[in-house]
């Protein structure tokens, strides 16, 4: 009997290590049809679990409560399992290079108690090569088992947008990846349990690492250029947003827009490529400059804050500057890599601290990851400048009446809103007044 049909038939254990914004979800969707061991070391996240309450947002506390998923932070428990799925994040160094070691760490927890007869899959975002030769001769180390022989590994890329409730685990398409056939299609069977589109089969693992990093890539090109548009538009006095509207009347336009890049994925996972790229002796042209454009848009947007607070005649370091926003993208509570902390960084260099808002956020997760204390929105009502960072649908749905209480009381047109995401409508906001940019 195989290991797929043993897990069908809950003689074998699916473990899912890592329970955050990618396991977790897969952990839940496995649950449903095999045995599930959801295992991660942060003792507290475990504990909420437990309690049924999901911090992710990802699948909702009533679906945590009512899931089978064994969760436990002891690493012991992954001896009961057969079938491992690595999920923990691969972050950069401060100087941009490859942070390994959460999959080092996973990998040699995994190795001590691996048996005979299993199979280790990593979705962790990995520069091509990682998987085969950094992470297998880990496991062989610590469990003292020979890859191809006692077990196998395989690679499948994640592919979890957080915060989006359209495009979910069981409806993207799962790229799978095994050390040989036989892993190949056993990893496909037990993904096609929960992935309802299907899985596609890649040649390799490496094929199938390069394909994660290659499509984060190519989305932070295409953002990198509108940046860099938005950035020439704003010099040009030429309001980005309306070109963007033209263009996008022609049938192939790509619809990218201009806007921070942070989070897990593609504001890390070049720099991953780029790494591989330069040990190989490529010096990367089109992919390190759109990572150097994305990297500094948090300044840009700094630098016209302070030049809108000089045209309303303000005295920059005294002025009351609020961010509505610190998660890394709208509607979900990730602040992973968050390019709004940019924003922040700047604004201090000019000696403003700003007071920054977002009901999205856990207050000590904020205080812990950027030293930021958030504030309550309905403590807000004095502010010099409004700043919309992200595009948060509470933030969306505001109308003038509610913006205009969170200023302080003066002329309409001593007050700034910057619009990073342009959710607001500028003819409204202009007819009202106010001094509005957005990039």
Request: hydrophobic letters at 40%.
């Amino acid at each position: 009997m195989s290991l797929y049909e043993k897990v069908v038939n809950k003689e074998e254990k699916i473990a899912v290590v890592g329970l955050g914004y990618v396991g977790m979800p897969l952990a839940v969707a496995f649950a449903k049809k095999a045995n599930v061991i959801g295992f991660d070391l942060n003792t507290k996240k475990i504990e909420e679990y437990k309690k049924g309450i999901d911090p992710t947002n990802e699948v909702g506390d009533e679906a945590i409560r009512q899931t089978t998923v064994e969760f436990t932070s002891n690493p012991t428990k992954l001896q009961e399992a057969k079938f491992h799925v690595v999920a923990v994040p691969t972050p950069v160094n401060a100087d941009k290079t490859p942070d390994l070691s959460p999959i080092e760490g996973v990998s040699r927890t995994i190795g001590r108690n691996l048996t005979k007869g299993s199979i280790i899959v990593y979705e962790s975002t990995v520069y091509p090569g990682v998987t085969e030769d950094f992470c297998i001769p880990i496991l062989e180390q610590e469990s003292g088992l020979k890859c191809g022989i006692d077990f196998k590994v395989g690679y499948s890329p994640e592919r979890i947008n957080p915060g989006d409730q359209v495009h979910r685990l069981e409806n993207i398409v799962k790229v799978i990846s095994g050390i040989d056939n036989e892993a190949l299609e056993e990893i496909a069977k037990v993904y096609e349990l929960v992935v309802e589109v299907g899985v596609h089969r890649a040649s390799s693992i490496k094929v199938a690492e390069a394909a994660k990093v290659v499509e984060n890539s190519q989305r932070d090109i295409n953002i990198a250029f509108m940046n860099e548009l938005a950035m020439v538009f704003d010099r040009m006095g030429i309001d980005t947003q309306e070109v963007i509207e033209a263009m996008n009347t022609k049938w192939n336009a790509l619809k990218f827009f201009p806007g921070l890049v942070g989070g897990h994925c593609i504001g890390v996972d070049p720099y991953y490529f780029i790494y591989e790229a330069e040990k190989l002796g490529y010096h990367s042209q089109i992919i390190l400059s759109g990572r150097k454009i994305n990297d500094g848009m948090g300044e840009f947007v700094a630098d016209a804050i302070i030049k809108n607070l000089v045209r309303t005649n303000k005295v920059v370091k005294k002025a009351k500057v609020v961010i509505l926003g610190l998660t890394f993208k709208e509607n979900c509570p990730d602040i992973r890599n968050s390019k709004v902390e940019d924003i922040i960084k700047r604004l201090k260099e000019y000696e403003i601290e700003p007071i920054v808002v977002d009901p999205y956020v856990n207050p000590m997760e904020a205080k812990h990851e950027y030293s930021v204390d958030l504030v309550p929105m309905d403590m807000i009502n004095d502010a010099d400048c409004l700043v919309f960072a992200v595009a948060h649908d509470m933030f969306k749905g505001m109308s003038m009446e509610q913006i205009d209480g969170m200023f302080g009381e003066f002329p309409n047109n001593e007050k700034v809103i910057v619009d990073v995401k342009s959710i607001l409508d500028k003819n409204n906001i202009e007819k009202h007044g106010y001094m509005y940019w957005r990039l």
